[in-house]
């Protein structure tokens, strides 16, 4: 049977079975060949670009057909295929995949409901008494989100205790606590994490860990609760190890402006005068942004650290070159890239570690992971702990 004549069945059965834009039930798709009907990856890319060509009709039909024989559509799904609706005038499936999407989601964000209030795409939905209910719903539901995270964040704040420069050890105590270093006149906030356990131990090991995403915020993120899922505050827990994170943005941080690096190393003075920290093992470690900046610290002749790691960080530097000559053996640094990195591809990296390669330099390869190895939800920790066990064992080795 030709293809055409098959998705037009399926289109019938569809329209016929389903008037809010629902897949049928799986004992009505057994009576129909759907063996030789294109994938649901293949469909939702030809209804893009059908999208991208404003072929609303035709992207309307990709998407029909492809919603029948799929269990799970995700949000955006449901959100593209209101476009390719709403400009054929498909206003009740319009509004009922809007709704399917809903459920899953979609227009939780200040963003995404702001597309869906004023995009030109839904003029003629934005008429309909539903489709406006819809966004009342959703503004209520925003609403209340924002008072959930208000409440979250105050909370927060209360919790870590603002503190000022200078803090007395008496007044350290385990868990977090919010710092402010004064270099200058520049004022910057960071974390001390403490891991239980550790208040009454002398000379603890510390790690100063520079934050990624620098170049991509604008205000210092120590408001925000969500900092304390940073993975690195869980390995801490696990090697039993203090953790300084000083907070870096846009317009000062570890990308383009020397005084940040610099303000960094008085940040860590700061918290190993504060926490009695063993001056022979405090390390400087960084992500992404924050470890491309590690590589200046790594090659300045005297700084306050052991050894250094990176984790998926680019080895050049926008404030100046870096003075590969600087690196010493006794402060090894350490750089870990996965394969699949397409942020800063590792053969990229490897052509830099070639044509400076030294012994205070290792290159270390992970086969999977991305980008953002240490954040996946299943091996991230595990790969993080790998990392920097390795890490610590080769320091220790050094003596």
Request: aromatic share 12%; hydrophobic share 40%.
């Amino acid at each position: 049977m030709n293809i055409l004549i098959k998705i037009s069945l399926c289109l019938l059965v569809f329209c016929a079975a389903i008037t809010m834009g629902k897949p049928q039930s799986r004992v009505d798709q057994i009576k129909i060949d759907l063996t030789d009907i294109p994938c649901y990856s293949e469909l939702m890319q030809r209804a893009g670009e059908n999208l991208k060509d404003k072929q609303y009709q035709a992207a309307l039909d990709n998407f029909k057909v492809a919603f029948i024989h799929k269990d799970s559509i995700s949000k955006y799904d449901f959100a593209n295929a209101m476009v390719a609706a709403a400009h054929v005038d498909s206003v009740d499936l319009a509004i009922a995949w809007f709704e399917e999407g809903i459920k899953l989601g979609l227009g939780v964000t200040e963003d995404e409901y702001h597309y869906f209030l004023t995009a030109e795409d839904f003029q003629n939905l934005k008429r309909q008494t539903v489709y406006q209910n819809q966004l009342h719903r959703l503004s209520l539901k925003l609403s209340e989100q924002e008072k959930r995270q208000v409440e979250v964040q105050r909370e927060w704040l209360k919790k870590i205790q603002f503190r000022g420069s200078g803090s007395s050890v008496e007044a350290v105590k385990s868990d977090f606590t919010l710092y402010w270093n004064q270099t200058g006149d520049s004022i910057v906030p960071y974390l001390v994490y403490q891991p239980a356990g550790l208040e009454h131990t002398k000379q603890r090991r510390a790690i100063v860990y520079l934050h990624g995403g620098v170049s991509s915020v604008n205000e210092f993120q120590f408001k925000d609760p969500k900092v304390a899922d940073e993975p690195i505050f869980k390995l801490a827990d696990s090697l039993g190890i203090v953790v300084i994170y000083p907070f870096g943005k846009k317009s000062y941080g570890w990308v383009r402006q020397l005084p940040a690096f610099q303000q960094v190393l008085a940040i860590a003075e700061e918290a190993r005068l504060n926490y009695s920290l063993d001056s022979k093992e405090i390390y400087l470690g960084g992500m992404s942004n924050g470890g491309t900046a590690v590589y200046w610290f790594a090659t300045q002749k005297n700084t306050p650290f052991r050894a250094f790691f990176t984790l998926s960080a680019n080895c050049e530097l926008v404030i100046g070159p870096i003075h590969w000559e600087g690196l010493q053996s006794d402060r090894p640094i350490y750089s870990f890239h996965t394969v699949d990195d397409t942020i800063y591809p590792l053969e990229k990296i490897k052509a830099v570690y070639a044509s400076h390669k030294s012994p205070a330099w290792n290159l270390r390869i992970l086969k999977t992971g991305g980008h953002g190895f240490i954040y996946d939800p299943v091996i991230g920790h595990q790969l993080f702990m790998q990392c920097i066990d390795e890490f610590l064992q080769g320091v220790h080795k050094i003596g």
